[in-house]
């Protein structure tokens, strides 16, 4: 892939995750469910597993940003030790 389609689906899985926030909430599945739609790996499982990490964990706005840790379930469901 080159660098302008890696900028072109970058721009794009930006888009999509800024509009699931916006629309539903829960950033570590919206950070998934972006990943799962523009370059795969990502199963359903997977996002409905996320949904208590949302908030920092439980909605208590302390702890790890959820956008932060979606990426990293992201990144582990292709790069994650089996």
């Known amino acids: 892939m080159d660098s302008d389609a890696k900028k072109a689906l970058g721009e794009q ?4 995750a800024v ?3 916006l629309d539903y909430g829960c950033c570590p ?3 998934l469910a972006t990943v ?3 370059v795969g790996g990502v199963d359903d499982q997977t996002i409905k597993a996320s ?3 949302s908030g920092g964990g439980a909605l208590l706005g302390e702890g790890v940003c959820g956008a932060l840790t979606g990426g990293l379930m992201a990144l ?3 790069y ?3």
Do not use: F, I, P
């Open 51 to 53: 949904h208590g990490l």
């Open 36 to 38: 799962q739609e523009t």
């Open 19 to 21: 509009k699931y926030e």
């Open 13 to 16: 899985a930006y888009e999509k």
């Open 29 to 31: 599945q919206c950070v």
């Open 80 to 82: 994650g030790r089996d």
């Open 76 to 78: 582990s469901t292709k």
